[in-house]
């Protein structure tokens, strides 16, 4: 059996890949480019702002190659969880950059397919009083009032919108949120490739060549052969190994003996790795397993309110030794001082437990200074602003016991002190909502470019 | 045999988010037999991690072990959700430290 070929170009688009990479990977006659653009790895911010998670710039840069690359060799570019969160506003935003390449690089006519993939507040809303929503990680129930107070709910679609999409001749498919391996695994599902195996060479050549040794943002093939596939990085630079590609498939998830998709899951219990050459790793053993019910999973973001934040230093052993207690108080006085507004005050001190907070083993301090961050949020921008300034201005004037220094306690390397870092989101949605079929969430457009 | 420091003996030792809601460890280790030598001592079991991370045994999530790529995993709830009030490492990539000082017998 002839192989199934893709080629990954990078991790996240937008984060590069090599020149010499992608040539030599074209060199392979890949069936298809596909690349994932995005995750809730960044946070929140992308998908409750609508502000793309790389820049213009970036994005055009990568999609002219891709582009370049696909047109010439008359293959399909997929692009998965567009923008970084997939939502409508990114999806948006890369469509519009595919049609002004195609003037760019004065195109031949192509089919352009855009898939949303974003959730009405009314369907969520229905699906909630129908008992038909459920938590996945978040802890919390997801009400009605969360749903309305998000900015943006998607929800990651499966392989089976991005594969209606190809059989309708889409040339580029520019796809909102997607599960990062079903984007990579429509064409070889729809080329009648093992679904497991398909699946699983996705969730690996999503992160690029991640699973490479040295791993890099760059590009990595993909070969599904019948019953099992095989992984090549693009540059020669670099190879996979049973270490780099077994480590990989443990990165950034919880089970990794179980992969999750609306509809299915992918059984990895059985699952092999033999080195096949000397850069070429051989994977089997997935199972695809399909399910009864078909349940997607929300992600969403709402704004929690605005942030200020002030960056200062601490030098002084005799405010170093006390910097518990300092920071507590002033705490405490600022939000008495905002009310009746809430304010919520948060300190980061470097040199403590800046990194770990309440993780942290190491309970005595061992630095000679420490790196202190006032976070206020608020509901208005003015009133975070107010009490970080309200809290900095206490801080370097405050009088504790022992001090002998008494013109200043914080080194502030800028002037203003404050940092007003607008609005700042939070995840409102992180469950699973039951469809009727993979298809229904995710409407799909289509345009003669 | 002595004992050794995790970070002594591993190849990767990390964590990461795992979603917006849990943070996963990852340690690899080079080969069978140090592989086997970790999970006999039991610095990776349920206890000993949540002591390691002054958590509570019931906030690790779930433990996995890969005898085919020499690693454990280990996933834990997150102290506040990615990005909330309180945050102070958005990816999660540096909380691996305390497990790096696990002694391994």
Known sequence: ?449 | MEAARLADLAVIIRSKNAGPYRLTFDVLLPDAATFKRVKASGVLGRESVAKALSLKPSEVTSLFELESAHAFKVTIRRQVGQSDIGESDVYGCQQHVPLMELLVA
């Open chain 1, 1 to 449: 059996m002839t192989a199934i070929t893709v080629l990954a170009p990078t991790g996240t688009l937008g984060y590069g890949f090599g020149a010499d990479a992608l040539k030599r990977g074209m060199d392979f006659k890949p069936g298809v480019i596909a690349v994932d653009a995005g995750s809730t790895d960044p946070g929140p911010h992308y998908l409750g702002s609508g502000e793309v998670l790389v820049s213009r710039f970036s994005y055009k840069k990568e999609l002219t190659e891709l582009m370049a690359a696909s047109r010439a060799a008359g293959i399909p570019l997929v692009v998965g969880s567009a923008g970084g969160s997939g939502s409508r506003p990114h999806v948006d935003f890369l469509v519009e950059i595919v049609r002004e390449v195609a003037r760019d690089l004065r195109l031949n006519r192509f089919k352009l397919a855009w898939i949303y993939a974003d959730i009405e507040p009314a369907r969520i809303k229905k699906a909630i009083a129908a008992g038909e929503v459920k938590d996945f990680e978040a802890g919390f129930a997801l009400t009605a009032d969360l749903v309305d107070s998000s900015t943006h709910i998607v929800a990651q679609m499966g392989f089976e919108p991005i594969i209606k999409a190809l059989q309708s001749g889409a040339d580029v498919v520019i796809a909102g949120r997607a599960c990062d391996d079903a984007a990579i695994a429509a064409y070889p599902i729809m080329q009648g490739g093992h679904k497991g195996l398909a699946m699983h060479m996705g969730k690996i050549l999503e992160c690029g060549a991640f699973s490479a040794v040295p791993f890099a943002m760059d590009v990595m093939m993909g070969f599904l052969k019948g019953d099992a596939f095989e992984l090549e990085p693009g540059s020669i630079g670099r190879r996979a190994s049973l270490t780099s590609v077994a480590a990989h498939t443990l990165y950034e998830r919880e089970n990794p003996f179980d992969q999750h998709g609306p509809g299915y899951r992918v059984d990895l219990n059985d699952c092999r790795f033999e080195q096949a050459g000397e850069r070429r790793v051989r994977v089997s053993g997935a199972k695809f397993i399909p399910e009864s019910e078909c349940w997607i999973k929300l992600e969403g973001a709402r704004r929690m309110g605005f942030r200020s934040i002030c960056v200062a230093g601490v030098r002084c052993p005799t405010m170093i030794t006390r910097i518990d207690e300092i920071l507590a108080a002033a705490k405490e006085e600022a939000v008495r001082y905002m009310k009746p507004h809430d304010v919520q005050v948060t300190f980061h001190v470097y040199g403590k437990d800046g990194v770990m907070r309440a993780l942290e083993p190491q309970k005595k301090i061992a630095s000679h200074e420490l790196g202190l961050i006032i976070e206020v949020v608020a509901s208005e921008m003015d009133l975070a602003h107010a009490a970080c300034h309200h809290i900095s201005g206490g801080l370097l004037h405050t009088h504790y016991k022992g001090q002998l220094n008494t013109s200043g306690n914080l080194a502030f390397p800028y002037s203003p002190s404050e940092l007003d870092a607008g609005p700042a989101y939070a995840f409102s949605a992180y469950h699973l909502m039951k469809v009727r079929d993979p298809y229904e969430a995710f409407p799909i457009h289509y345009e003669d470019v």
